[in-house]
């Protein structure tokens, strides 16, 4: 390997490692029990680039082959998420709760079942129990998204909080050959005035594979499980 790209390889993997740490933070005065109803407002599952410099040309077109075939199962692991995350949420006073019509009302368009007619090609999935939107810890002005939906959503009848996740999958490689999926996992949660009152961050892995990653449902799953016995691990650190 060419000296520059070695060089490439070591920063990019180190971004990654230093990016790699679990945070959960939580504003005190949100209370844990009782739990409050918070609508889960929006769900992604979205893949993202590989996370190393080490692929050449031919590595290039496995990573195409691997992004279009690899992606079949991201519908299914997605719609495994909300409940995988439910039990934690609950432990930090989220009670999790559904009302697909309501949360897409903040859509202009209403997509339907057509909003993940091309997951397989674009590697993002919408669940369907929520707005397609995307709103996480790493979203620019998300103060204004978040107050806009509190403003839209909210009603005064009792305290009510409005929940976002997003689940990253990138591609990691080790050694040339072989592959693991890494899954970051991303929870938003607000209050009924659009003040952020969770905000958490985990990574898990994957099981590796040789050459072409490994991106079923089993091994999702497995990865988020490691990110969410990492969620139940961290210290809850105030949130400003």
């Not at 599952?45 to 992004?67: F, K, Q, R, W, Y």
């Not at 909300?82 to 006073?93: D, E, I």
């Not at 993002?124 to 103060?143: E, K």
């Amino acid at each position: 390997m060419p000296r520059a790209r070695r060089v490439l390889a070591v920063l990019s993997a180190g971004a990654l490692t230093a990016c790699m740490t679990t945070k959960v933070r939580r504003a005190p005065d949100w209370p844990t029990e009782p739990a409050v109803p918070t609508l889960m407002v929006a769900g992604t599952v979205e893949h993202a680039a590989p996370t190393n410099a080490n692929a050449s040309a031919g590595g290039a077109v496995l990573d195409g082959m691997a992004t279009v075939f690899g992606n079949l199962d991201v519908d299914a692991f997605g719609a495994t998420v909300a409940s995988a995350l439910t039990p934690w949420l609950a432990r930090n006073g989220v009670a999790l709760t559904m009302d697909p019509p309501r949360a897409r009302s903040l859509q202009s368009v209403q997509w339907g079942d057509a909003a993940n007619a091309v997951t397989v090609l674009t590697g993002v999935w919408v669940d369907p129990n929520g707005a397609a939107m995307r709103v996480g810890g790493d979203t620019l002005f998300r103060g204004f998204t978040l107050r806009r939906v509190a403003e839209t959503l909210n009603t005064p009848a009792a305290p009510e909080g409005f929940a976002f996740t997003v689940v990253t999958v990138y591609d990691d490689t080790e050694w040339l050959m072989f592959r693991r999926p890494l899954v970051r996992v991303s929870v938003l949660v607000a209050d009924d005035t659009g003040r952020e009152v969770l905000r958490a961050r985990a990574w898990g892995a994957g099981s590796r594979t040789a050459f072409l990653i490994d991106r079923s449902e089993g091994n999702l799953a497995q990865a988020l499980s490691r990110a969410l016995e990492r969620l139940e691990a961290a210290e809850v650190q105030p949130l400003p």
